[in-house]
């Protein structure tokens, strides 16, 4: 697996007119030395939150935020968080199964950046998910500062405890689920196509399909269709570089949205 991370090698943008509601792109990351959270045990765990804890405080600029454990939450934090949609609950069956949700709430929690535009997500179903998000779809804005993001993870975690992320040369970047093996990394937009929708979503789906592209509801992965906005992004993690994968989504929507123009004018 090779990783590129050079984003000036990014060719144009999402079309500016393009009715994009917001871009998210994330990436999972483990930290070396420490188990991946279907076997990670309670010490580790608090172990990796305290690390960030600690990393967290180093974060300089439009990066610098707080850091808000799941463990003796305020209401009034949870209820914020929920609102940006930003919190991540239990109860999912498929992590229950695998382990990943043993000692629930300890040692998880979110931290964000104070325009809330970058997040991490520690000890969720990674040790860590990175985040970088925003209204509107500006995808390189997104990832430059996702690419700067994940950096300063990666220097803090190294100063703290001189540990890095675990990469294994064939497979890329170690995660707790297998479909995140290589880049970890999905970019997505969420994006308004009521010619599509009308067209039918079939269609759209296999139109995807061939553009490597996954389509699916704006309620996450196992909620449901709402309307005519789309969540598209990259379907692939693993064989490709960070640079091919966001080239790969930025042109595949600017397809898609012309032509959703052209099936509304049907």
């Known amino acids: 697996h090779t990783s590129d991370m050079a984003f000036s090698k990014i060719t144009g943008n999402v079309n500016p007119k393009a ?27 608090i172990g990796v939150e305290n690390l960030m804890k600690a990393a967290f405080t180093k974060f300089e600029d439009d990066l610098a935020g707080n850091y808000h454990p799941l463990t003796g939450m305020e209401e009034s934090v949870r209820q ?3 609102d940006d949609h930003f919190l991540f609950v239990s109860g999912d069956p498929n992590l229950k199964a695998a382990g990943m949700e043993r000692d629930w709430p300890e040692g998880r929690g979110i931290f964000h950046n104070t325009d809330k535009t970058f997040l991490v997500w520690v000890n969720e179903e990674d040790q860590l998910r990175i985040i970088s998000m925003e209204k509107g ?37 170690v ?3 297998p479909t995140n093996l290589g880049t970890g990394m999905r970019a997505s937009v969420h994006i ?9 979503v079939d269609k759209l789906k296999a139109r995807c399909e061939e553009l490597s592209l996954q389509p699916r509801g704006t309620r996450g992965e196992s909620g449901g269709q709402t309307g005519c906005t789309y969540d598209i992004s990259n379907k692939h ?29 049907k």
């Not at 009715?19 to 765990?45: A, C």
């Not at 308004?192 to 039918?200: A, E, F, R």
């Open 19 to 45: 009715p994009i509601h917001s871009t998210r792109i994330r990436v999972g990351r483990s930290i070396d030395g420490f188990g991946l959270s279907p076997g990670i045990t309670k010490d580790q765990r």
């Open 80 to 82: 914020q968080l929920v």
């Open 137 to 173: 779809g500006d995808v390189l804005g997104v990832i430059k500062r996702l690419a700067r993001g994940i950096q300063t993870v990666a220097d803090s975690v190294k100063a703290e405890c001189g540990k890095e992320f675990m990469l294994d040369e064939k497979y890329g970047y």
């Open 175 to 177: 995660h707790s689920c």
């Open 192 to 200: 308004d196509l009521p010619g599509w929708t009308s067209h039918g």
């Open 237 to 265: 993690r693993l064989g490709y570089s960070e640079v091919q994968l966001v080239q790969t989504m930025i042109d595949g929507v600017n397809k898609l949205y012309e032509e959703d123009l052209a099936l509304q004018k």
